[in-house]
């Protein structure tokens, strides 16, 4: 039977979600996958509505854009509000529970509560790394492409000198998507 995911990574402008579908993308091409990536943003470059989309099949990929996403993750409560509606029964939801405190059980849904951001502050130093803390939650608890793939393809994208901080990021993340 052939795997595909339908994944949604949204919040806002600035937490580098874009690049995060981008970086996701790429690992499902290192493990041999097909995948496609789009993106869409508000006007503003800051603090307006993000979102990537990465579809990963072992198939060919005949339309780009995800319908109800099997996997979503949510990194504003507006993005949550937005797209919790639109998953697949059964999906995967990952909440980052630092700046997503409303939550609606919804029957059938996994959903995982895990302090994203709070985590990149605290394991790396940096809330700007929480794209990265997210992708290795993401990882962690999906296993929708390895580490080894997730790690290779972050140190692709990440700039020069940023190593260390963003590696300490991944494997933070990996960590609490495993727990």
């Known amino acids: 039977m052939a795997k595909r995911w339908e994944i949604r990574l949204s919040g806002t402008g600035g937490q580098g ?5 981008i970086i996701l993308a790429e690992a499902a091409i290192i493990d041999g996958f097909n995948a496609v990536q789009s993106q869409s943003y508000g006007p503003e470059a800051r603090g307006g509505a993000s979102k990537a989309e990465v579809i990963i099949s072992d198939e060919e990929i005949n339309y780009p854009k995800i319908g109800n996403a099997g996997i ?5 409560q507006k993005a ?6 639109q998953v697949q029964e059964g999906a995967t939801v990952i909440i980052d529970s630092t700046l997503v405190k409303d939550i609606k059980e919804v029957e059938g849904q996994k959903i995982y509560r895990v302090p994203i951001t709070e985590t990149a502050k605290k394991e790396a130093g940096r809330e700007m790394t929480a794209n990265i803390v997210a992708l290795g939650v993401i990882v962690g608890i999906t296993g929708v492409v390895s580490e080894e793939a997730i790690k290779e393809a972050v140190l692709d994208r990440i700039p020069a000198g940023t190593e260390e901080m963003n590696i300490k990021a991944l494997s933070a993340g990996l960590k609490a998507g495993k727990s």
């Open 80 to 85: 949550y509000d937005k797209y919790s509606p």
């Open 17 to 21: 979600l874009i690049l995060a579908g």
């Open 72 to 76: 979503l993750l949510a990194m504003s």
